[in-house]
């Protein structure tokens, strides 16, 4: 069944079933994501992301020669990293109740984003745009996209962290 056409039939344009089928993916994704992950890996997956990004784009020139090479890079940096670091960052969200629910939904629907926008980030954008509509595109990779994604984890955390230790 393709959500697509559904959507389509009921009156949406197909830029924005695209855009209703990428959230809610999203948020499916960012549910399982957050109930498999649990609140003792979230951060430091999310520390994980941001150092195998600042590793990527520090990669001198030349020696991953195509986006392929990039994404695989990426991929396997954060893999390892969240591998190794099984103890190294001792981070997580504390905390119990349905409010403690929501914050460990939010956080990993903002970690799966941010995964989601370096993905198309490095992707050519023809090809990125085989899989989102050019709205998502924009919303998800370009540059002020990409800065608005990996500052909105960080404020979130500093957001949760503060409240909690008042």
Do not use: C
Request: hydrophobic share 55%; net charge positive.
């Amino acid at each position: 069944m393709n959500l697509d056409s559904i959507l389509s039939k009921i009156g949406l344009s197909t830029a924005m079933a695209q855009d209703v089928t990428l959230l809610l993916v999203v948020l499916f994704v960012s549910f399982v994501f957050g109930m498999f992950i649990g609140r003792y890996k979230l951060i430091t997956i999310l520390i994980n992301t941001y150092v195998s990004f600042a590793i990527l784009k520090t990669v001198p020139e030349g020696y991953l020669e195509t986006y392929n090479y990039e994404l695989i890079f990426f991929f396997v940096s954060f893999i390892t990293l969240t591998i190794v670091s099984k103890r190294l960052f001792e981070i997580y969200i504390s905390g119990s109740g349905s409010g403690f629910l929501w914050r460990v939904f939010i956080m990993s629907f903002l970690e799966v984003v941010f995964l989601i926008s370096i993905t198309l980030s490095i992707l050519p954008k023809k090809i990125a745009l085989g899989y989102v509509s050019p709205t998502s595109y924009e919303y998800l990779a370009s540059p002020n996209a990409q800065f608005i994604w990996m500052i909105v984890p960080l404020a979130f955390m500093f957001t949760i962290h503060k409240r909690l230790n008042r």
